[in-house]
């Protein structure tokens, strides 16, 4: 909260005194820095949290890990701001971070109102919600009554209240900033249910007492595209980040990963030459080298590598590919060609 | 400051040129620096908006009307998701005084009654008093709340195991305190007529005891009588309707209890919270005020055959208000901004649901918190100037 009033304050003298904000600049003065600053959460495991060496890891740790490369050839060339749901935005608007990747929706009042630029849905995602296992609910249509612990200036505070009200149930939202506080609620049993994205709840469950005394639900209440996001205003920054996404896709779907991905510069098949950059000028076309995506790749690995790595069924969160799969793989995870 | 000499204008020698006019020198100053000042408000706003509008971020309190989208755990005028913003920040703005008022009078009682404890001769007294206002003072607010939150509130049992009190008409577990709630019913009105009427009767009766002591000398016990109006009058009354409001009891359906009125523990927490921390100063500035009050009065009210508990409450109290009112005053103010930390354990108060809640749905930072720091100002300005005249009551009159 005092940072979002400082972030807020800040901002406003900023922008009462007559100084430009930051626009078109953002890759020279991340070049200039020598590194990406990029707001992530204050931890979700698997998305994005620190390893017990303090080094920060995740889903979506690695977009921006791969973004870095991208730029510098370095993944390590990044610094992560961790923040509330509250302060994700002011964060992102008064250039505290260049770019925004915590599980954050796509919705069209964010893309339109708040000066930013959805650059892709690393995550395809819906709003779920966890009860006990002793109150021996089944589905979420016997919450009816039920008190609700969710977190502020949240999709999923919007989408709660609609679902109740479309089914005709009572609730009793109890409403905190920090993921830390709900997650203590729950855990005192504060509340009943626990609602926010399925993902984020099975990176929560892990988190409690007993993780084995809860359950989700299976009712997903509304849909959640979650994707970073930048600022708008600037062009290029917004190509590069979203190329980088694409970069991440199309190595998957091309077989190009961070094992082969030096080997595929010598590749025949042209879409992966123009991947790996042995062909065309498309890295110079957004302000950066032509093996910018053979960086971003080779470091952090393709979006298959990434997501198996962070939240896929070998990983404590165990969450199947479903919707994230490729498009050939009956997913919706879908790369524009780089062409 | 200049304009004070204007009356003194008319016995000055006329100037030879306005030029060196002090007076005239003095507004013209003034009007220059206001002008100055007024430029850059406005040109500040302006470019706020430009930009605003360049970045491609909504902006304008236009929003305040938009349908609000949220539910909001406690509130005190009715409120759905289908409100407005704006109805939204009445809620959060409404739950942020109802906190403070009641710190602020909990905090006061219980200032006052350990900050004369600490005066005691009873050693036993003395001390506790001294080891609350030493601990209670000394530790950060925010931890504090958080161990009335999480600490004390949050291993009370579930709803099914609540601990039952008074016949199992009140109980308590980790959803709140939950108290049955009388539904009135006919002839109710006629009890909430006789506690106006008592209130009444009281301020009267004790103008009456007031003068009549100033021309006589003749004393009324007039706070027993008073207790006797306010509290008396309403019961007797209770009882000779037959008590015409039906208890709801809170009942256990489903997940919670149904029925009865709910203190949830966030608002608990807070208020343990504030009203023990904010109590510790006030009992110190009680301290401060009495021992600032010399002996000497004492000694000459004791002289003059004057009891020692009407000495305290006629000669010592009174002269003590002057000194501890307006270091009271910052307490209260303290209190009232201090109430924003309910964010912490969940309270929906201004700023958790205003400039918390709403600034995030709407994104526009900047147009919901200037809104919120005005309010802040303004409890605070309110505050201070009833405070400001309450001791101008109090103040030494000179006879
Ligand atoms: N996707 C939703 C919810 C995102 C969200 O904030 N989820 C919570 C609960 S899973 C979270 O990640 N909190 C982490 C934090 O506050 O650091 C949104 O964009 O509004």
Known sequence: ?339 | MAVTTLDSDASQPARASLLYDPVIRGIVFQVLLALLILYLVVSGIANAAANLANAGIASGFGFLGERAGFDIGQTLIPYTSDSSYQRAFFVGLLNTIFVAAIGIACATVLGFIVGIARLSKNFLVRKVASVYVETLRNIPLLLQLLFWYKAVLSTLPAPRGSLELFNASVLLNNRGLIIPQWLPEAGAGIVYASIAIGIGAAIVIARWAKRRQMATGQAFPTIRMALGLVIGLPLVVLFLMGTPFTPQYPELKGFNFVGGSTLRPEFMALLLGLSLYTAAFIAEIVRAGILAVSKGQTEAAYSLGIRPNTTMRLVIIPQALRVIIPPLTSQYLNLTKNSSLAIAVGYPDLVSVFSGTVANQTGQAVEVISITMLVYLSLSLLTSAFMNWFNSRVALVER
């Not at chain 1, 080094?55 to 921006?64: A, I, N, Q, R, S």
């Not at chain 1, 996001?229 to 290029?236: K, L, T």
């Not at chain 1, 990434?306 to 165990?318: C, D, K, M, S």
């Open chain 1, 1 to 339: 909260m005092t940072k979002i009033i400082l972030s807020a304050a800040a901002g406003a003298v900023a922008l009462g005194l007559g100084a430009q904000v930051a626009s078109a600049q953002t890759l020279e003065s991340v070049q200039e820095n020598g590194y990406v600053q990029c707001g992530v959460s204050t931890g979700l495991a698997g998305f994005s949290n620190t390893d017990d060496a303090g080094d920060w890891t995740g889903l979506d740790v690695d977009y921006c890990r791969a973004l870095a490369a991208a730029i510098f050839d370095d993944p390590e060339a990044v610094r992560f701001t961790p923040l509330s749901a509250v302060e994700r935005f002011t964060a992102l608007q008064s250039g505290e971070i260049d770019v925004l990747s915590r599980n954050t929706t796509w919705t069209m009042s964010r893309d339109t109102d708040l000066g930013l630029n959805f650059v892709g849905v690393t995550f395809y995602d819906g709003q779920g919600f966890m009860v006990p296992k002793e109150l021996e609910v089944t589905s979420a249509l016997q919450l009816s009554g039920a008190s609700v612990c969710v977190q502020s200036g949240t999709t999923t505070e919007l989408n709660l209240t609609d679902y109740f009200n479309a089914n005709n149930m009572d609730y009793n939202p109890v409403v905190f900033e920090g993921l830390e506080e709900v997650n203590a609620a729950y855990n005192a049993g504060r509340c009943d249910v626990y609602t926010t994205d399925s993902s984020g709840l099975a990176s929560i469950r892990l988190q409690l007492d007993n993780p084995d005394d809860h359950m989700i639900l299976p009712e997903l209440i509304s849909k959640e595209p979650l994707g970073p996001s930048v600022r708008q205003g600037d062009e290029q920054w917004f190509d590069i980040a979203k190329w980088v996404y694409y970069a991440l896709v199309s190595a998957e779907e091309l077989g190009v990963n961070s094992e082969n991905v030096e080997e595929m510069t010598e590749s025949e098949n042209p879409d992966i030459r123009r991947l790996v950059g042995s062909e065309g000028t498309f890295g110079e076309d957004i302000g950066l080298e032509n093996d910018w995506a053979l960086k971003a790749i080779k470091h952090v690995g393709n979006y298959g590598e990434i997501f198996e790595r962070n939240v896929g069924p070998e990983t404590p969160l165990q969450i199947e590919r479903g919707l994230n799969a490729l498009y050939t793989d009956g997913g919706v995870q879908y790369a524009m060609p780089v062409r």
